[in-house]
């Protein structure tokens, strides 16, 4: 080996330990590379085009809860595997990698805790945990939220985010609508507000059921939003849809969402919006 091959090579060495893999961002929509720090400092939001990336609970629970203030609730024990469902994998081993990626026991958290001195508790669903799909520990933890939120009497937020049911599950995943749909009936009887927020990707059984069923309905910018997939509905009704069909902002000019919030305005929103729905509690 010649000495400027050598030189070459020391030089790849050290330059490859001190720019790692995993010292950039790609972002989604833009395609901007970003140094991770600043994507992950400016809360996960592409300082270049403003494009919101998808995060999962517990950076959602640090940017919205106040500091020290929230604690993970528990819920019951269910079924793992009710079908024993096997495709290209048994579905046993798709739970133990999701779990080993994102160290929870499955795609929704709820925490109980306080948004600018306001108490809620607070949902989180985890798309990096198969997709965020609604199966029966879902809707376990859902009933547990709500239940949660009307014995402490303070309003329920839940953030969506999934592509819907969760296939291993069946006919018992489908069923979660209607679970959920009853803990919502509950609150509202007790008089406690349910907040969604909508982010990116929300849809299918998800879209169909709790979802859509806030008192109020938040989204943040640009998020895809649908129950069905674009190419079927063009399929289905042989025509063009237009470009920003099945987002945030196509949702808000069509009278479906109250409000789309930017990420680092949503705290203070959901702060304001809690103030106002528990006002007759603090009159009381």
Not at 13 to 24: C, Q, R, V, Y
Not at 92 to 108: S, V
Not at 137 to 151: K, M, P, S, T
Not at 243 to 251: A, G, I, K, L, P
């Amino acid at each position: 080996m010649s000495w400027l091959s050598n030189v070459r090579n020391k030089i790849a060495s050290i330059t490859k330990k001190e720019t790692p893999d995993n010292l950039w961002h790609k972002c989604k929509k833009c395609e901007a590379m970003v140094f991770l720090k600043e994507y992950e400092d400016n809360m996960h939001i592409c300082p270049k085009c403003e494009h919101h990336g998808r995060i999962g609970p517990m950076i959602r629970f640090e940017q919205i809860m106040d500091e020290n203030s929230w604690k993970i609730i528990p819920f019951g024990a269910v079924l793992e595997d009710p079908l024993k469902f096997k495709d290209q994998k048994k579905y046993a081993d798709r739970l133990k990698e999701a779990r080993a990626k994102t160290g929870e026991q499955d795609a929704f958290i709820n925490v109980a805790g306080s948004i600018e001195g306001e108490k809620c508790v607070v949902g989180v669903q985890d798309f990096a945990f198969m997709g965020g799909s609604m199966g029966l520990a879902l809707g376990e933890a859902f009933v547990a939220g709500a239940q949660r939120a009307i014995d402490d009497q303070c309003p329920y937020i839940v953030f969506t985010a999934s592509g819907g049911a969760r296939m291993q599950e069946g006919t018992l995943s489908l069923m979660q609508m209607p679970k959920t749909t009853v803990a919502i009936s509950m609150m509202r009887e007790a008089g406690i507000p349910y907040i969604v927020v909508l982010t990116d990707p929300t849809s299918g059984g998800v879209m169909a059921a709790y979802a859509m069923l806030g008192d109020v309905q938040l989204a943040e910018p640009d998020a895809t939003l649908a129950f069905t997939g674009r190419r079927v509905i063009e399929n289905t009704i042989r025509e063009k849809l237009p470009d920003d069909f099945q987002t945030s902002e196509y949702y808000f000019e069509h009278g479906m969402l109250d409000m789309v919030v930017h990420r680092k305005e949503l705290r203070a929103q959901l702060a304001q919006i809690m103030g106002y729905l528990m006002a007759w509690k603090t009159a009381a």
